[in-house]
C-alpha cells in the first residue's frame, strides 16, 4: 500500500455547508439562519437564560460554603509504611519523620501536614513524629512497641 492509495471510508467524511452562496445553493440569503432576532446574530450565548424569567440556577437555594481556614493532610496507613520498611525504602531503625516520608516516596508533598491512620497491619518497632494521627494508629504503633509523636504543624514561609 502506497500513501497515495490511501483513502477513508465511504461516508467518514462531509463536505463543510458553504453558507450564503446565492439562492441556488439552498443556504443563501440568511445563511440557514431563519429571520432576525437574537439567534441570527453572531456572537450570541443564552445558555441558562429564560426569557426574562428568574433562571432555575437562581431560583434554586445556595446550600453549604466552603471553609477557606480548613487544613488538607497528606493521608497515610500504617499498613502502607509497613510495606515500605519491608522493601527497604523507610529505615526502621531510624526516627520516621514528614521529610523521610517524603525522601521513601510514600508522600509526594506534605501540604498541611501528614496524618496517619490505621488501615493495615504494622509489624515492626517505628518510632514516628508527624502533624496528626488517629487514636487507633497512636494505638496501634503502641501495640507494636514504637511511639507515635503528634506535634503541630510548621508555619511554612511564603
Not at 506534605?110 to 491512620?117: A, E, M, S, T, W
Request: hydrophobic share 35%; charged share 25%; aromatic share 4%.
Amino acid at each position: 500500500m502506497k500513501l497515495n492509495q490511501l483513502s477513508d471510508n465511504p461516508g467518514a467524511t462531509k463536505r463543510r455547508k458553504r453558507v450564503g452562496r446565492g439562492p441556488g445553493s439552498g443556504t443563501g440569503k440568511m445563511g440557514g439562519r431563519g429571520i432576525k432576532g437574537q439567534k441570527s446574530r453572531s456572537g450570541v450565548a443564552i445558555n441558562g437564560y429564560e426569557g426574562g424569567q428568574m433562571p432555575l440556577y437562581m431560583r434554586l437555594p445556595k446550600r453549604g460554603f466552603n471553609n477557606i481556614n480548613s487544613k488538607t493532610y497528606a493521608v497515610v496507613n500504617l499498613g502502607l509504611i509497613q510495606k515500605f520498611v519491608d522493601a527497604k525504602k523507610i529505615d526502621a531503625k531510624k526516627p520516621i519523620t514528614e521529610q523521610s516520608l517524603v525522601e521513601s516516596g510514600l508522600v509526594r508533598r506534605i501540604k498541611d501536614g501528614v496524618r496517619i491512620l490505621a488501615k493495615g497491619e504494622l509489624t515492626s518497632k517505628l518510632d514516628i513524629t508527624v502533624t496528626g494521627a488517629s487514636a487507633s494508629a497512636i494505638e496501634a504503633v503502641a501495640k507494636s512497641g514504637g511511639s507515635l509523636n503528634v506535634t503541630k504543624a510548621a508555619k511554612v514561609a511564603e
